[in-house]
């Protein structure tokens, strides 16, 4: 059974920074496609980011440039650097991972499991 636990959001200025840290137990990231979501209310829920198990990445086009997903093997952890933040960035940010290792990985995957979310903010 995996868990994983989002922490890292909050409120910042535009053109700030902020880093979102997703903890994950019961199964080991180096070995998993893992991804970033977020979602504004009233709106559906958008890829931002994924990691492959073999490390590669790929973004959503606003993202691309700005923002930088990476994984934390020694932490078990999945993380996301968000740099030049946009108001726009404001939303519920989630982490999500497959638990089947060496899956293919897109940033158009339906994961199985998610995070319980966290917020940014930009303003």
């Known amino acids: 059974h995996v868990q994983l636990v989002e922490s890292g959001g909050g409120s910042v200025q535009a053109g700030g920074s902020l880093g979102l840290s997703c903890a994950v137990s019961g199964y080991l990231v180096s070995r998993l496609c893992m991804g970033w979501f977020r979602q504004v209310p009233g709106k559906e829920r958008e890829a931002v980011a994924v990691?492959?198990?073999?490390?590669?990445?790929a973004y959503e086009r606003s993202a691309e440039g700005r923002f930088t997903i990476s994984k934390d093997n020694a932490k078990n952890t999945l993380l996301l650097q968000m740099n030049s933040l946009k108001p726009e960035d404001t939303a519920v940010y989630y982490c999500a991972t497959d638990v089947v290792p060496g899956t293919w990985c897109s940033i158009h995957k339906d994961f199985p499991n998610w995070g319980q979310g966290t917020q940014v903010t930009v303003s």
């Open positions: 990691i492959s198990w073999s490390g590669g990445t």
